[in-house]
């Protein structure tokens, strides 16, 4: 238990200096906008907005509140408790000049949190395990927290998708001698276009995001491996997680049971999912449009010609195909093949082009690091294909139902 304080007034010694969480959302269109952002979450999560109204929900570590005030206006009664008195003054203030009701703030640790067990009807923490000592302490008191047929909502950092912003870290240590001035003139040097991208789509400030995660060294992801084997161990239903971990192209039927049975699939999937968190950069849609719009790639018109060729001739009252028919369903059959061998290798060459460089780029930065007369012009040079777009995975949601 003295670990768990003493880590966590080392947390609360940075977040005192500029809150992590704060969120400029005073003004009606970027509270609209961030409205939208979670109606999004939750479309994705599969949650109706439904399930908040009028339904008693915690959150334990929840900032500046703004999180709150979004669930607020789906129609939840909120009890919320943070650590930092600084940024419990800030929700009151900001839910006064919201004028919003059922909201009530307060100040203390997760560690302190006494647990109403079986009392509320959704338990929440967004962003905060990331910074928490005993990261299943917490997972539990969500759990107790909760009504049976209740939820739990996590967002988290996953501990591969938290990989290259470690490495940001562990440059800046190096580079600034732990001097805060530095750490923000090199952040803004060498992590500029991360930095842009969060403030961005992420609504919060340099001094905020920098603060997070490189001032701030209590900076601990959190595996979805680990999580789904909490959950059974509390007796916990998965309801749903975004990112999605699912087989791609699904066609079973809608009637099926369409859940995952064999374990050795789900740990498979699971794995690599979390190898692609440590290097995405782009979007999904992006990454696949990459791969399907390749130059001479007409898979698809391919495909629909041999459909609608088959079901020409199937339609047919005698079913006779003309040697005309059967000649041109070989070619285009012939040419499904041929696009199919050519979608792989490129596949292919798109997982080297990426996975190869990067992983080689991680090794030689660690490697620098190692070294005495690292400046920021040995690091500068290393670094040609990480820390871009994505910058890997940032935050993840899972939704679990308790039994």
């Known amino acids: 238990m003295k670990k768990n304080f003493k880590f ?13 969480s704060q969120i400029n959302i005073k003004k009606k269109y970027d509270f609209k906008k961030y409205l939208t952002m979670h109606e999004n979450l939750f479309n994705n999560l599969k949650f109706p907005l439904e399930l908040f109204k009028n339904k008693k929900v915690i959150d334990l570590g929840c900032g500046t509140g703004e999180v709150d005030f979004v669930l607020n206006k789906f129609g939840a009664k909120l009890e919320c408790l943070d650590f930092n008195g600084k940024s419990i003054d800030y929700a009151k203030k900001l839910k006064k000049k919201l004028k919003l009701k059922n909201i009530n703030f307060r100040t203390a640790s997760i560690e302190e949190y006494k647990v109403k067990k079986k009392h509320f009807d959704i338990s929440t923490s967004f962003g905060v395990i990331t910074h928490v000592y005993d990261q299943e302490g ?32 562990a440059i800046i240590r190096k580079l600034s001698n732990k001097s805060e001035k530095e750490i923000y003139v090199y952040a803004k040097k060498l992590f500029r276009e991360h930095l842009d991208r969060s403030m961005k789509f992420g609504m919060r400030t340099y001094r905020g995001i920098i603060n997070d995660y490189l001032v701030n060294q209590a900076y601990y992801g959190l595996s979805s491996t680990k999580l789904h084997q909490w959950a059974q161990k509390y007796n916990l239903e998965f309801y749903s997680s975004s990112p999605e971990i699912s087989l791609p192209l699904r066609i079973d039927p809608g009637i099926k049971d369409q859940k995952i049975k064999s374990t050795k699939l789900k740990i498979m999937l699971n794995s690599i999912f979390r190898l692609r968190s440590i290097f995405s950069q782009q979007s999904d849609e992006e990454v696949y449009n990459n791969l399907i719009t390749a130059q001479n790639n007409k898979l698809d018109k391919d495909i629909e010609s041999f459909i609608n060729l088959t079901t020409h001739i199937l339609q047919k009252s005698n079913n006779n195909a003309s040697k005309k028919e059967l000649k041109k369903l070989n070619e285009v059959k012939k040419k499904i093949k041929e ?41 500068k040079k290393k670094i ?10 940032g935050t993840s949601y899972y939704i679990f139902k308790k039994n």
Do not use: C, W
């Not at 997972?139 to 940001?168: C, M, P, W």
């Not at 199919?340 to 991680?362: D, G, R, V, Y």
């Not at 820390?387 to 995975?393: D, E, T, V």
């Open 8 to 20: 966590a007034n080392r947390v609360l010694k940075d977040f005192k200096k500029e809150s992590p």
């Open 138 to 169: 917490l997972f539990k008191k969500l759990v107790n927290s909760t009504k049976k047929k209740g939820y739990i909502i996590l967002g988290f950092v996953e501990d591969a998708g938290l990989i290259q912003r470690l490495l940001h870290r």
């Open 339 to 379: 696009n199919i061998k050519f979608s792989f290798k490129n596949l292919e060459k798109n997982i080297a082009s990426n996975f190869f460089p990067m992983s080689n780029e991680i090794f030689e930065i660690i490697k620098e690091i190692n070294n005495k007369k690292i400046s920021f012009r040995s690091i």
């Open 384 to 393: 040609n294909f990480l820390f871009k777009g994505y910058n890997g995975l």
